[in-house]
């Protein structure tokens, strides 16, 4: 058996979103509008929006804090997978990218699920209780990213999972010439949370690089 990771081609990235992932119409949507916009390969991929919606699912998740909101798939993907009673807190800069998001979530039917905190997500962390949230998603600036993931730590609960997106900076991680402030923060993130003992982790190649940590 190969233990190589799959090199997806276009062919196959269709034929994966084809047969794949069931996508709602609103995130289909949502989808084409944003890949109008210069920053488009911000946004998530249908299958890690279906993966992530998955797990909501698979974990009875009742509680959600996404860091990075940006046009919204990835908040409606995971809200409309929450229960009646479940809610989403979003943190993002950007009202100009979250008009976007509030018309999504509007037209998926769960707005009412969603809390908008616009602002640094610093300061709204620092608003929230401890133990709070059965899942964190952070994919917001990657200098913030330590940050972002001490205060995870603090907010989710015991048992619950926190998802960090762009671990790999498109394989910029591995390479020792690429320095910048992005790449230099999210390889010294992935080191410390590879001998992290406040959790459990995998980090997949999924996409741009998803990490899974479960906080023990």
């Not at 699920?113 to 401890?130: F, I, K, M, S, W």
């Amino acid at each position: 058996m190969s233990n190589r990771t799959l090199n997806l081609t276009d062919d196959l990235v269709t034929y994966v979103r084809t047969v794949g992932v069931r996508e709602h119409p609103v995130l289909a949507a949502l989808r084409q509008s944003t890949a109008n916009m210069p920053e488009h390969s911000m946004q998530i991929a249908p299958e890690q929006g279906g993966f992530m919606a998955l797990l909501v699912r698979l974990m009875y998740i009742r509680d959600i804090l996404e860091i990075g909101t940006f046009t919204g798939y990835s908040s409606t993907a995971m809200a409309l997978a929450l229960p009646p009673e479940g809610r989403i807190t979003c943190c993002d800069v950007s009202r100009e990218w979250t008009d976007f998001a509030r018309r999504a979530w509007t037209d998926a039917g769960v707005a009412d699920q969603v809390d908008l905190r616009l602002g640094p997500a610093t300061e709204t962390l620092a608003t929230l209780e401890n133990d709070s949230f059965d899942l964190a998603f952070i994919d917001a600036d990657k200098t913030g990213y330590d940050a972002y993931y001490e205060g995870c730590l603090r907010v989710v609960r015991r048992g619950g999972l926190i998802l960090i997106d762009n671990v790999l900076q498109a394989g910029r991680v591995t390479d020792e010439t690429q320095a910048d402030d992005n790449v230099a923060a999210i390889r010294a993130l992935n080191v410390k949370i590879a001998a992290d003992e406040r959790v459990d982790h995998v980090l997949l190649p999924v996409a741009d690089g998803l990490t899974m940590a479960r906080v023990r």
